[in-house]
């Protein structure tokens, strides 16, 4: 059964932030269900309905590129609006490495109190020594050292957007595992690759391929794609339309990096060792996208985003 907030007798609040290190967003409220999508500690959330299946009830949350999905009730803190507002105002820490723990004391020898990933983001509590002491939505602290994250202020000092930066962070993930419906570096599926990389950079673009495939100019002519482009893959439909299924960053001289079975590199050249065959046969085009922040639709940051800006 599904309960609309904000409909008589329903629970009044309808905001939350993630709670945990990632947050899997799934397609009904139910642990067996598939999984959809995933989202990140810190991430902000309106909660849009609930499922009464359960002894306590799973929401369901809809997240800042407009994502849906049925989440475990221990995943997201609800808030109120005030609530909401002040954890999007606070001053915030954000990991930058791909992996680290959040302990309870300034020492590695103390208790474990979470794990983070990159993009996560808590609450700035304090510093000490090497030591950043943070929130969690839920009121749990703790510290997390300054090699794993910094203080949202230091990163916005040194957020580099260029197409060099980008796909350094994107090589700096050769290995990582393919998981369906993944976005983080846990696993991410095609798309969820691109969306981790550019969040790490403050990107927010649309969460699969077909949306983002529709931000920036499209680029029919190999020629014409430049390093930190996105290429486009899958089948033209009878129409004339395309059928997106899967995208990659475009890394120069035909070569490309994505996520399939693992991130890897293809490329598009035969005489290549690492000429990927199956993906040069179904290339549809690619898109000059980073000029466009803040101009397309679905494309933003979490300066101007309005779920981070609410």
């Known amino acids: 059964m599904l309960v609309l907030l904000g409909s008589t007798g329903a629970w009044a609040q309808e905001y939350g932030v993630v709670n945990i290190s990632v947050c899997n967003l799934r397609r009904t409220a139910d642990f067996d269900a598939e999984m959809v ?3 990140l500690l810190g991430t902000p959330v309106h909660i849009i309905g609930e499922g009464q299946n359960t002894p306590v009830p799973w929401p369901q949350v809809q997240t800042p ?3 849906t999905g049925w989440v475990h009730y221990a995943a997201v803190k609800r808030m109120s609006h005030e609530e909401y507002h002040a954890w999007n105002a606070a001053p915030k820490v954000v990991v930058t490495a791909l992996g680290g723990v959040v302990y309870a004391k300034a020492s590695e020898r103390s208790a474990t109190v979470s794990d983070v990933v990159a993009g996560d983001r808590l609450k700035f509590l304090g510093k000490k020594g090497a ?4 929130g969690f939505p839920d009121g749990r602290e703790g510290f997390v050292h300054k090699r794993v994250a910094c203080t949202e202020a230091d990163w916005r000092k ?4 260029s197409p060099e930066a980008i796909l350094q962070t994107a090589q700096s993930m050769l290995g990582y595992p393919y998981i ?4 983080s570096p846990k696993g991410m599926d095609c798309s969820g690759f691109v969306r981790t990389v550019l969040f790490m950079h403050d990107i927010i673009i649309p969460r699969d391929a077909g949306p983002q495939s529709r931000v920036g100019v499209r680029l029919y002519e190999k020629g014409a794609l430049a390093p930190g ?12 339309s395309p059928r997106v299924s899967h995208v990659g960053f475009y890394l120069g001289n035909g ?3 994505h996520s399939l079975g693992l991130v890897k590199i293809g490329s598009f050249n035969p005489q290549d ?3 990927d065959a199956f993906n040069t046969g179904r290339y549809l085009f690619g898109t000059c996208f980073l000029p466009y922040i803040d101009m397309h639709e679905g494309m933003n940051t979490t300066l101007s985003n309005p779920y981070y800006a609410e």
């Open 158 to 161: 040194h957020l580099d957007r």
């Open 273 to 275: 060792p690492d000429y």
């Open 255 to 257: 070569r490309f990096i």
């Open 131 to 134: 030591w950043l002491k943070v």
């Open 229 to 240: 482009d996105l290429v486009f893959f899958g089948r033209w439909n009878e129409d004339g």
């Open 180 to 183: 369906w419906a993944g976005m």
């Open 65 to 67: 590129d407009t994502y």
């Open 37 to 39: 999508s995933q989202a």
